[in-house]
């Protein structure tokens, strides 16, 4: 429509003030984000947006991050969680030559598939690993084959498992990307959601009692992790330190999901640390802003054939947009797209057009105008109307015409 309905931002020095100043922020924060993992990806879980990201998808390997889609898969395919499973030496064939982590299983052990989720996921054992995919599977290629399924199910397109433990292999890789879109999917099943929450987990025999390995981390260097909800570490060689977490912005109520492949190992854990800058970054700058609220007066649209001037649009829910600090609300502009003037002919509660919400010239939402009151008809107001009046008295002067004519003929 015209800029008359178009709200007036601030004047044109305070713009380029605003342009300077989100400029320099921006160059701030770009060395402020600076992290030593290679790739990165976060999400807005509230809605579902990338707000960071770095390579996220180049292709890379994600060590026991695969123990996601392991421990998924798996859950899946449980009938009865306490189910038993006798454990033999068969299963753990090479994991202690490769130096694999594993929770101490031993031969003969009888365990539950409980314990094994957990011995699989929280302490990343690729010994829990190996006896729940082969007890599940009979193998653990054919338990890889349910994995890449999936993977092709959930259009994990850059994602190919070659073996369920996450340990080095070629042809074994992933993305970022991939991994926080099959975290998510995940975070779905509600036992998943419990496992990758928990830090500790008691065997059902009392034989053990396992941590996760995020919970030894921050024990072992001091450092505070409380702001995670849940999380599942990774390392090897190859794909460097490795995290997929979740933490909650509980002042602003935003729940974020993060994943750090190939950070540099070197006995500190900087998977954790630029877990850690990354949320608290985010936690301080972040929030969502109200743009609009219910019931918040928009435009005037005139109206004609009436007594009425005008009636008041309102905003007909309330718009939030996810932003910086630097947000100014003066940005805000709204564009209206439907007829300058409402006639009678519109009925009440009927959509007459749109408001386009900008921020900053970026299109956020929209807006349906919908009629809340009735326009009455004015005859007087209408013949105001010099279009209308024309019509009238053309049409009655030709009929006062052709009865002259009939009555002169009559006479």
């Given at each position: 429509m015209t800029n008359h309905y178009k709200q007036k931002g601030s004047d044109l020095l305070e713009k380029c003030l605003i342009?300077?100043?989100?400029?320099?922020?921006?160059?701030?924060?770009?060395?402020?984000?600076?992290?030593?993992?290679?790739?990165?990806?976060?999400?807005?879980?509230?809605?579902?947006?990338?707000?960071?990201?770095?390579?996220?998808?180049?292709v890379t390997k994600v060590a026991s991050l695969n123990k996601i889609m392991t421990t998924l898969v798996?859950?899946?395919?449980?009938?009865?969680?306490?189910?038993?499973?006798?454990?033999?030496?068969?299963?753990?064939?090479?994991?202690?030559?490769?130096?694999?982590?594993?929770?101490?299983?031993?031969?003969?052990?009888?365990?539950?598939?409980?314990?094994?989720?957990?011995?699989?996921?929280?302490?990343?054992?690729?010994?829990?690993t190996r006896a729940l995919t082969i007890s599940l599977a009979g193998s653990e290629d054919d338990f890889v084959k349910l994995m890449n399924q999936k993977a092709n199910i959930l259009g994990l397109t850059n994602t190919h498992f070659v073996n369920a433990t996450g340990l080095d292999a070629e042809g074994q890789i992933s993305t970022v990307d991939d991994v926080a879109k099959l975290l998510m999917y995940a975070l779905k099943n509600d036992l998943f959601k419990t496992i990758f929450e928990s830090q500790t987990y008691d065997f059902k025999?009392?034989?053990?009692?396992?941590?996760?390995?995020?919970?030894n981390t921050s024990i072992k260097y001091g450092i505070d992790t409380d702001i995670i909800e849940g999380a599942k570490t990774g390392y090897t060689d190859e794909a460097g330190l490795c995290l997929a977490s979740v933490a909650h912005d509980t002042k602003n109520d935003i729940k974020y999901l993060l994943v750090t492949a190939k950070a540099p190992v070197n006995g500190y854990p900087y998977h954790v640390e630029d877990a850690l800058k990354i949320y608290d970054y985010y936690f301080s700058n972040y929030k969502y802003y109200n743009v609009v609220k219910k019931d918040e007066e928009l435009i005037n649209?005139?109206?004609?054939?009436?007594?009425?001037?005008?009636?008041?649009?309102?905003?007909?829910?309330?718009?939030t947009l996810y932003y910086d600090n630097t947000f100014n609300k003066d940005l805000v502009t709204f564009d209206y797209n439907g007829p300058e003037k409402i006639s009678p002919n519109f009925?009440?509660?009927?959509?007459?057009?749109?408001?386009?919400?900008?921020?900053?010239?970026?299109k956020i939402d929209v807006i349906d105008v919908v009629l809340n009151e009735s326009i009455p008809f004015s005859l007087s107001e209408f013949f105001k109307e010099p279009e209308n009046l024309f019509p009238f008295v053309l049409f009655w002067g030709a009929v006062l015409l052709v009865i002259g004519r009939m009555l002169k003929q009559s006479m």
């Open positions: 342009v300077l100043v989100i400029f320099f922020i921006g160059i701030f924060n770009a060395y402020a984000l600076e992290i030593a993992s290679e790739h990165a990806v976060m999400y807005n879980l509230n809605d579902g947006t990338i707000v960071f990201e770095k390579n996220k998808d180049e798996a859950i899946e395919q449980i009938d009865n969680l306490n189910e038993t499973v006798v454990v033999n030496d068969n299963m753990f064939y090479g994991l202690y030559e490769e130096g694999a982590a594993v929770i101490g299983l031993v031969n003969g052990q009888v365990v539950t598939y409980e314990d094994l989720l957990y011995g699989t996921f929280i302490s990343s054992g690729a010994d829990a025999d009392s034989s053990l009692k396992l941590y996760s390995t995020l919970y649209l005139d109206t004609k054939y009436n007594k009425v001037k005008n009636i008041t649009i309102k905003a007909d829910k309330d718009i009925k009440k509660g009927e959509k007459i057009g749109t408001i386009d919400v900008y921020y900053d010239d970026k």
